[in-house]
């Protein structure tokens, strides 16, 4: 295993004699095992070692046990040691994440500000194969794209991740000839969450039964589409210059020059377009993209509004694609094609909404009256379905007749507070509303004798996995 370290730190090039190095230490059998190999070439390569333990505030008793563990294996070290407390809960429900990313928020942002204050050249987190493995079919059930499928980055910026070479079983193996003792965290085995049914059901299944180096694999595929991805992002990048005239709120791209790149340069520049006008795209799912593609062959004025605040305008000669200004909504916006499940935060939770198509029978002639499921005539639906939050012409149809209720109208009849009501959020048709979520539906879509074809709405709040893995 050491040998192996060595080689794989030195052909990759991840450490330098004299490196300060910060070493995210959960107290797993990971972490520990980073620790203890990186410990034994201390001397080696002249490395001065220091140690951040994040308590997330999650598991009681026993994350203050693997804090205490930490604390005290670094002393008996002679390592400096950080202990970091945060309320993870408190802060996903303030910021509307999950807990697992709320979780790696904190990391991330305890690494970064403790290697600045302490000036540290390298942050090396313990991932390993199998991690890598997990992530990429993960992003794979998930939907991603080329950028998704490469995994986790060997080395990005200052950190560093040098296990990747590593299964999970040679860790074990490592620890338990070493002697070794380490933590175990219960929520590792809490098959509630999606990584966990990955890492204790699928991918021990196709080990299995397809293929024992099914890890190996999957990471070599992925350390290929990161090759791929990185070229792939220097053309696209080289096209983009070309084209590309950057304003103060956005950007505008000649139409011309943009339809003639192949397609897969086209997503790529509008990728990086994307980047730089939001802190992250991964809201941004091939749907979007091909909705910003069908600009090209839009009329001049044909605009389109996507996540993170983003829309896009078709001009005469160009596309423009910039941020919505303070005054108009940055929230949901997903459209939705039946049989496609989309996931969104919502009441400071996460929420799945799933949809199919089922024929008239399929719910009998009694039609149930609940708060999270909808049935809606699919055949009255003649445009394209949207996830989102209100906008100012928003309306019901109150009958079949067609008279119209202001969704504004609605919400201050709900009293919902004024301040609130931009977080409402709306399955729409243009600006005729479906449905409000857990509320009323537009009477418009409702199922009657002659309806034929029915879309079946059903909400249920995401338990969205936890990981702990630094």
């Known amino acids: 295993m050491q040998e192996k370290f060595v080689k794989f730190i030195e052909q990759e090039k991840l450490i330098d004699p004299g490196d300060r190095i910060l070493l995210g230490v959960s107290g797993g059998a990971d972490s520990l095992c980073l620790l203890f190999l990186l410990n034994e070439i201390k001397e080696k390569y002249d490395l001065d070692l220091h140690i951040l333990h994040l308590h997330h505030g999650i598991r009681g008793k026993e994350a203050d046990?693997?804090?205490?563990?930490?604390?005290d294996l670094a002393r008996k070290l002679g390592l400096p040691f950080c202990l970091v407390k945060e309320d993870v809960p408190a802060y996903a429900k303030k910021e509307g994440l999950t807990e697992e990313e709320a979780g790696r928020i904190l990391r991330y942002r305890a690494f970064e500000t403790y290697g600045e204050e302490h000036d540290c050249d390298k942050i090396a987190l313990a991932h390993h194969r199998d991690d890598q493995a997990e992530t990429l079919l993960f992003h794979l059930f998930r939907g991603t794209g080329p950028h998704g499928m490469a995994g986790m980055p060997l080395k990005r910026g200052k950190i560093i991740r040098p296990l990747l070479f590593a299964s999970r079983s040679e860790i074990e193996e490592f620890m338990e000839e070493r002697g070794l003792a380490f933590c175990q965290d219960s929520t590792n085995e809490d098959t509630a969450y999606s990584r966990n049914i990955i890492r204790l059901e699928i991918l021990p299944l196709a080990k299995d039964k397809i293929n024992p180096q099914v890890a190996k694999h999957l990471t070599d595929f992925g350390r290929m589409q990161g090759a791929w991805?990185?070229?792939i992002e220097k053309q696209g990048k080289k096209a983009l210059d070309t084209m590309?005239?950057?304003?103060k709120e956005g950007v505008s791209l000649d139409r011309k020059s943009l339809g003639l790149e192949d397609p897969v340069i086209q997503e790529e520049i509008l990728r990086q377009v994307f980047l730089e006008l939001v802190e992250g795209a991964k809201d941004l799912t091939q749907t979007h993209y091909h909705m910003a593609l069908s600009l090209l062959a839009s009329q001049t004025g044909k605009r389109i509004d996507l996540p993170g605040g983003i829309f896009g305008e078709s001009r005469y000669d160009s596309l423009y694609f910039g941020r919505r200004q303070g005054g108009e909504n940055e929230g949901i916006f997903l459209p939705l094609t039946p049989?496609?499940?989309?996931?969104?935060?919502?009441?400071?939770?996460f929420f799945s909404l799933k949809s199919q198509v089922v024929d008239r029978d399929f719910i009998g002639q009694q039609i149930p009256q609940r708060d999270y499921t909808k049935y809606?005539?699919?055949?009255m639906i003649k445009g394209e379905l949207v996830l989102r939050n209100p906008r100012e012409k928003d309306y019901f149809s109150m009958d079949r007749e067609g008279h119209k209720k202001k969704l504004s109208r609605y919400m201050i009849d709900q009293h919902i507070p004024q301040s609130?009501?931009?977080?409402?959020?709306?399955?729409?048709?243009?600006?005729?509303v479906l449905w409000v979520l857990s509320g009323r539906i537009s009477e418009h879509y409702k199922v009657t004798q002659e309806t034929r074809r029915v879309l079946l709405l059903q909400l249920e709040e995401d338990h969205c996995e936890r990981g702990n893995s630094y």
């Open 65 to 71: 046990r693997d804090a205490d563990f930490v604390a």
């Open 229 to 231: 991805g990185a070229y």
């Open 244 to 247: 590309a005239h950057w304003q």
């Open 339 to 349: 049989e496609k499940e989309l996931k969104f935060p919502w009441k400071n939770r």
């Open 376 to 379: 809606l005539d699919y055949d």
């Open 420 to 432: 609130e009501r931009g977080q409402v959020v709306v399955l729409a048709e243009g600006d005729h």
